[in-house]
Nanobody, 122 residues
């Protein structure tokens, strides 16, 4: 079983930056598509950013130009670099990834992290 381990959350002042990371808990073949989601207080979970197998990226309009998603295949890690943070960015951020393993070597299975809290203060 693969688990995604998230780190990098914490408290930051508005206008600051933070980098989240998401790493597979054991050896895998590859990370295919991956994404970061967030759940703001009182709202449903929403897509923040995603990266496809070919490296192309998509962002929610609310974070476009401020957030950057990237993937380091050698480290089996997905990152979310957040700049110019706003109070409205406060949320629990979840990593999601389609991971190819020996059990599912081609199109893989989807896995979710447990979430990491990002709090932006004014």
């Amino acid at each position: 079983q693969v688990h995604l381990v998230e780190s990098g959350g914490g408290l930051v002042q508005a206008g600051g930056s933070l980098r989240l990371s998401c790493t597979a808990s054991r050896s895998i073949f590859s990370i295919n598509a991956a994404g970061w989601y967030r759940q703001c207080p009182g709202k449903q979970r929403e897509l923040v950013a995603r990266i496809s197998s070919d490296g192309s990226t998509n962002y929610a309009d609310s974070v476009k130009g401020r957030f950057t998603i990237s993937k380091d295949s050698a480290k089996d890690t997905v990152y979310l670099h957040m700049n110019s943070l706003k109070v409205d960015d406060t949320a629990v951020y979840y990593c999601n990834a389609n991971i190819a393993t020996i059990e599912d070597p081609y199109y893989g299975n989807d896995y979710w992290g447990k979430g990491t809290l990002v709090t932006v203060s004014s």
